[in-house]
């Protein structure tokens, strides 16, 4: 009879970090090699899953697309040992230097609630395009609160119309510097999330935004925050 193998106590730590400048361009494979990695070069103390190919475990909260970038990322990773023996303002000590541009730890703190608990991020979607003025805000800010408001979405199956304005929560869309500044609440609960770049692809359908030369124009999308019920997750 084989002995029985002891299990490792292992904790599960929170950290908060930033993803930006050229690191909006990576995958969501590749930002957890890169973190992997880090943890491992840093000495932390990373718990393993057992079996046939061991690996630390990491995961991440609402991932974004390829493209977007976020100053409210959120990553848990299990340690070896207890709660009570986890160091987090030492492991932020360790972290704070990640000596990869764009990326920058935050904060390092025990979690005590779920990532399915969460229910909305904050956006700023900048869009630098022709004729940027208070009264084309207008037009798109009134464009992005019509109700039903239908889009080609992806789903697990396939493509469909689906209405997204109950996952809009809120909206306000301002004009300056020669650009519109979208700022907006959206769903991002499992079941309902909503990405931020079906609101730039209303605003193009409809010819209000991103319609001129494609070698002047562009957008940027800036994740600002998450919630739970209408408080800020952590």
Partial sequence: MLPVREKVPHTTVRILFSKTGDLQYISHLDLHRTFTRMLVRAGVPLWYSEGFSPHPRLAFATPLSVGAESVYELLDVTLIGEPETVDTDALRALLYDTGIP????????????????????????????????????????????????????????????????????????????????????LAADSAGFLNPEYLVGVLRSRGLVLCGDPMTEEYSILRTAVYSGGELFR
Avoid: M, N, W
């Fill in 102 to 185: 764009g990326l920058e730890i935050k904060d390092v703190f025990l979690p005590t609630r779920p990532f399915s608990a969460i229910t909305d991020a904050d956006y700023e979607l900048r869009v630098h395009t022709a004729g940027a003025d208070e009264a084309l805000a207008a037009q798109c800010e009134e464009a992005l609160r019509l109700s039903p408001l239908v889009v080609l979405k992806k789903t697990k199956k396939g493509e469909r119309d689906v209405d997204i304005a109950p996952q809009i929560h809120a909206v306000s869309v301002a004009a300056a510097d020669g650009e519109l500044r979208i700022c907006t609440r």
